[in-house]
């Protein structure tokens, strides 16, 4: 078990007191009852953060891993070696992509613990596992069509595109909800709920005060920006807006100093510096898209090119990038700052205002 005394830290700058994440069988103590551990992904983004707290004779987990195998044997590890003899009592998982609530099943079933998520998060989960009806893939086809994808691009994101949302164990038939502002205590720990919009509808996030421990999911990650996107059972939704406002709240709410324990990457202190970088990563992008539309007007699918132009990217990867382009496009429209220009052939083109 490796362990690492925080240093005295200096508002306003990005410090990162752990250098090196645990790897496979390991664990890293953040602090006295406050676990860190590292599972493998089959991504770009190959890695999820999970953490435990101390929770009176057990122990509460925060977020459950991918639904595979690979992720299942990991969790054996762990429990045949530095969590061995831990009694998991509750497990907490923070939103519905299935990095994080992928094994929440057969955590549960392994452990009989009690299940927290989100209202808008556990129906998600259901809605992901279940969305595989025809009338479901009808949609999708259509607004990928509606914003230029394409027949052949079109079939790649419909199918590996979205494939790993489908890549979670069981869900459990029931759950506990957890609300904004509501106070949960965990050990000898008060935490308040904070849920965000924009990477997910209603993620959650814990802060203890007394501390200054941040847990921030997927809202805010160290070294980068957390996918924000707009899918085909909610075309029109302003993903991004919720997003920066959620972002404008939680820099409101937080001291500069909390030790900030993310979804992906390491933890990390400066949390209002990270938040403008993330604010200011998607006005950049905003004002890409901006340029690419002033002359003449293009589609989501010819925008992805234009703001993400630096990498090769899969189906996989591809569907991301749609999701996000496309999260930007919303975003800049519901602001005026992009139009809908008139078209007969039923696909979407913008043009700067």
Same mark, same amino acid.
């Given at each position: &078990? $490796?362990?690492?005394?925080?240093?005295?830290?200096?508002?306003?700058?990005?410090?990162?007191?752990?250098? /090196? #994440?645990?790897?496979?069988?390991?664990?890293?103590?953040?602090?006295?009852?406050?676990?860190?551990?590292?599972?493998?992904? =089959?991504?770009?983004?190959?890695?999820?953060?999970?953490?435990? *707290?101390?929770?009176? %004779?057990?122990?509460?987990?925060?977020?459950?891993?991918?639904?595979?195998?690979?992720?299942?044997?990991?969790?054996?590890? !762990?429990?045949?070696?530095?969590?061995?003899?831990?009694?998991?009592?509750?497990?907490?998982?923070?939103?519905?992509? #299935?990095?994080?609530?992928? !094994?929440?099943?057969?955590?549960?079933?392994?452990?009989?613990?009690?299940?927290?998520?989100?209202?808008?998060?556990?129906?998600?989960?259901?809605?992901?596992?279940?969305?595989? /009806?025809?009338?479901?893939?009808?949609?999708?086809?259509?607004?990928?069509?509606? $914003?230029?994808?394409? %027949?052949?691009? @079109?079939?790649?994101?419909?199918?590996?595109?979205?494939?790993?949302?489908?890549r979670t164990a069981a869900l459990p038939p029931a759950y506990?909800?957890?609300?904004?502002?509501?106070?949960?205590?965990?050990?000898?720990? %008060?935490?308040?709920? *904070?849920?965000?919009?924009?990477?997910?509808?209603?993620? *959650?996030?814990?802060?203890?005060?007394?501390?200054? !421990?941040?847990?921030?999911?997927?809202?805010?990650? +160290?070294?980068?920006?957390?996918?924000?996107?707009?899918?085909?059972?909610? #075309?029109?939704?302003?993903?991004?807006? &919720?997003?920066?406002? +959620?972002?404008?709240?939680?820099?409101?709410?937080? =001291?500069?100093?909390?030790?900030?324990?993310?979804?992906?990457?390491? =933890?990390?202190?400066?949390?209002?510096?990270?938040?403008?970088?993330?604010?200011? $990563?998607?006005?950049?992008?905003?004002? &890409?898209?901006?340029?690419?539309?002033?002359?003449?007007?293009? /589609?989501?699918?010819?925008?992805?090119?234009?703001?993400?132009?630096?990498?090769?990217? %899969?189906? $996989?990867?591809?569907?991301?990038?749609?999701?996000?382009?496309?999260?930007?496009?919303?975003?800049?429209?519901?602001?005026?700052?992009?139009?809908?220009?008139?078209?007969?052939?039923?696909?979407?083109?913008?043009? @700067?205002?």
């Open positions: &078990m $490796h362990t690492k005394t925080d240093p005295s830290q200096l508002a306003g700058e990005l410090r990162y007191p752990w250098e /090196t #994440p645990p790897g496979p069988g390991e664990v890293i103590k953040i602090t006295d009852g406050v676990l860190w551990v590292r599972l493998k992904l =089959p991504f770009r983004l190959n890695h999820v953060n999970i953490y435990l *707290l101390a929770d009176g %004779d057990g122990w509460t987990v925060i977020d459950a891993g991918f639904g595979n195998d690979e992720s299942i044997a990991a969790w054996e590890m !762990l429990f045949a070696g530095p969590l061995k003899g831990f009694q998991i009592s509750r497990l907490i998982v923070t939103h519905s992509h #299935p990095d994080h609530v992928g !094994l929440a099943g057969w955590l549960v079933e392994r452990f009989g613990c009690a299940f927290y998520m989100t209202q808008v998060e556990y129906l998600q989960s259901v809605y992901h596992q279940n969305r595989g /009806t025809e009338e479901r893939r009808e949609n999708s086809r259509r607004f990928f069509l509606r $914003h230029g994808m394409g %027949d052949d691009l @079109t079939k790649a994101l419909m199918g590996r595109g979205q494939d790993y949302l489908k506990t909800r957890l609300s904004d502002q509501q106070t949960i205590r965990i050990g000898a720990r %008060d935490f308040i709920v *904070l849920t965000g919009g924009g990477h997910a509808p209603e993620q *959650l996030m814990l802060y203890c005060a007394a501390e200054k !421990l941040f847990l921030s999911a997927d809202q805010v990650l +160290s070294k980068i920006s957390p996918n924000v996107s707009v899918w085909a059972h909610e #075309p029109d939704a302003n993903a991004l807006g &919720m997003y920066l406002s +959620s972002l404008k709240r939680l820099s409101d709410f937080l =001291p500069d100093d909390a030790l900030v324990l993310p979804g992906h990457g390491v =933890p990390f202190y400066g949390v209002k510096t990270r938040i403008q970088q993330l604010a200011d $990563h998607h006005e950049e992008r905003c004002q &890409m898209i901006a340029e690419a539309c002033r002359e003449m007007p293009k /589609t989501s699918a010819e925008l992805v090119p234009v703001v993400f132009h630096k990498h090769k990217l %899969d189906a $996989h990867q591809t569907g991301f990038a749609a999701g996000e382009l496309i999260a930007h496009v919303n975003h800049m429209l519901a602001d005026k700052r992009l139009t809908v220009t008139p078209a007969t052939d039923g696909i979407l083109r913008f043009r @700067t205002v």
